[in-house]
């Protein structure tokens, strides 16, 4: 076979043609197996990074690409957002405030829940998350803190189930369990590298 390439005539024989597909051929599959293996890299890292909320953000997405796409978009927001640390006399407050919720739930279970899920609120607010409606709101939240989300999720709903589906007492206990582990979770110190996001 021959052809002319500026001028100059070149002519290649059937092995040597075999040989440029081949090489081609080889070429092409590293580029796949590249592209392959960072593109498991990166859905290992958020899945890695947002456990459960990457599970979720994949069914409601459709795709684990398009998950990745919004779970990326939720770090860029989170990191445009003020998020701060409470101060001491802020946490030892909120310390006080949760004990008294707390202890109204002997007695009043159903409201207790319902002030566990205002004081979560509060503090989210105190720290600098925007009060926007409850799914921005945990989706910002999932940038820092996503071990916790689930029960946010599932108590944030206990808390807001209405009249006659109103919660059982067990579901009210669970629920106030699973508010006080994102209380603790909220209240703690971070150091500056943990608020960073993986990329």
């Known amino acids: ?46 899945r890695k990074r947002f456990g459960t909320e990457y599970d979720r953000a994949v069914l409601s997405q459709g795709s684990p690409s398009k998950a990745e796409t919004k779970l990326a978009d939720r770090e860029t927001r989170v990191k445009t957002l003020k998020i701060r640390d409470l101060g001491v006399s802020e946490r030892d407050r909120y310390v006080t405030e949760w004990h008294t919720v707390q202890s109204r739930f002997v007695d009043h279970p159903r409201a207790a829940v319902t002030e566990a ?21 945990a989706d ?14 599932i108590a944030h709903g206990v808390a807001l189930r209405p009249g006659q589906l109103e919660a059982s007492t067990e579901e009210l206990r669970v629920a106030m369990i699973q508010y006080r582990a994102i209380f603790d979770e909220l209240l703690q110190v971070k150091n500056p590298s943990e608020h960073k996001v993986a990329a």
């Open 1 to 46: 076979m021959q052809f002319q390439f500026n001028g100059v005539l070149y002519q290649f024989t059937n092995i040597e043609l075999i040989i440029a597909a081949g090489v081609l051929v080889v070429v092409a599959l590293i580029v796949v197996g590249v592209f392959i293996d960072r593109r498991k890299a990166k859905t290992q890292a958020f």
């Open 117 to 137: 899920d205002d004081l979560i609120n509060a503090i989210l607010e105190a720290r600098g998350y925007p009060l926007a409606g409850f799914e921005q709101r």
């Open 140 to 153: 910002d939240l999932s940038v820092t803190y996503p071990r916790i989300m689930e029960n946010y999720r």
